[in-house]
C-alpha cells in the first residue's frame, strides 16, 4: 500500500486518536450476541518468500491459497480491483479454503477510480454476483475510492450506495483530504454511511493520520495496517491496536477484519504473531497466529 506512506518517519505521531464518541453510540445500538470473529490477512496469497517457512518448500502456485489459509483466516483481496472473477475462479479459490476463512474483494477499478461510480449498475452487479459465489467465505468487500474522489460526489456516492445489492456487505475508504477537513461534513458523511448499514474503513498509515478517524458506522470494523519493517513503532503500534480492539470488543464490536501491509512480505507474519499474542492477552479469545512450518529433511547417503 503506497497510500500515504513516508520514507521519514521521525515526526510521525503513531498514537491511536481517541475513539470517536458515535463509535460507543453505534457499538451500543448494534451490539450482537455471541462471541465475537476476528479476521487478519494480508493483500495477497502468492508469496514466494514464505516458500521454506510458512510454506513448504516447491509447492506449485496453485497450493498457494490452501496453504495460505492455513496461516491466516482472510485475505485482503486485491486481484478483484483488476478484474471481475469468472465462475470457475471463484469456485477455485472458495474449494482452496476451510469454512471459516473469508475473502474481502476490492472492487474492480473499473468502477471506482476509471468511472468513478458513474454509470456502473452493470458492472456492480456482476462483480456482486460472481463474489456471491464465494457464499459463507464472503466476508466484507470494499469500494476504495481514489484520492481525486472527493466531497462535491457526495450525492453520487449516496445514490451508490442506495443502490449496491443489499446480500453483499460492503465497506468504504474515502481518501480525499477533503471528507476530514470539514467537521460538519465528516459527521454528516458517517452517519450516512451508518443509517446505511455501511463499514468506514480505517486506515492507519504514516502519511494520512486524518483517516484513522476512529469512527465506526456497523459492528464490523475493517482496519488497513501500513507498517515498516518491524521498527520499534511497529511493535507499540500492535500493542495499541489490540488494546484499541479489545475495548471495542468489550463495548459491543462484532466482527474486525485486520489487514496487514508491510514493504516486505517477510515481516507480515511476524508482526502478525506479536500483535495476536496481544490481542489474546487482552481479549481470552484463542487467536491462532501465523507459525514457521517444519520442512521435509532430504535424506543422506552418508
Known sequence: MDFGRLSDLRYVDFRLPPTHPGTVATLARTNAPGLPAIYVGCPIWTNKAWLGSYFPAGIKDAEFLSYYARQFNSIELNTTHYRIPDAPTVRK???????????????????????????????????????????????TAFLQLPPTFGPESLPRLERY????????????????????????????????????????????VAGRRDVLHMRLTTS??????????????????????????????????????????????????????YFLEQLTARTGLELVPPRIIPQPVQGSLF
Open 93 to 139: 479459490w472458495k474449494a482452496a479454503v476451510p469454512a471459516h476463512f473469508r475473502f474481502c474483494p476490492k472492487l474492480p477499478q473499473s468502477i471506482s477510480h476509471e468511472r468513478q461510480l458513474y454509470n456502473a449498475d452493470d458492472l456492480t452487479l456482476t462483480f456482486c454476483r460472481a463474489i456471491e459465489e464465494l457464499g459463507e467465505n464472503l466476508g
Open 161 to 204: 450506495l442506495l443502490d449496491f445489492p443489499s446480500s453483499v456487505p460492503l465497506a468504504v475508504e474515502l481518501r480525499h483530504p477533503g471528507w476530514y477537513t470539514d467537521a460538519g461534513l465528516r459527521e454528516s458523511v458517517m452517519e450516512m454511511l451508518e443509517a446505511l448499514g455501511k463499514t468506514l474503513v480505517l486506515t492507519d
Open 220 to 273: 464490523t470494523a475493517l482496519v488497513r495496517f501500513n507498517g515498516h519493517g518491524l521498527v520499534p513503532s511497529d511493535y507499540r503500534r500492535a500493542e495499541e491496536w489490540a488494546a484499541r480492539l479489545a475495548d471495542w470488543l468489550a463495548a459491543g464490536l462484532h466482527t474486525v477484519y485486520f489487514f496487514i501491509h508491510q514493504k516486505d512480505i517477510l515481516h507480515s507474519p511476524l508482526w502478525t504473531q
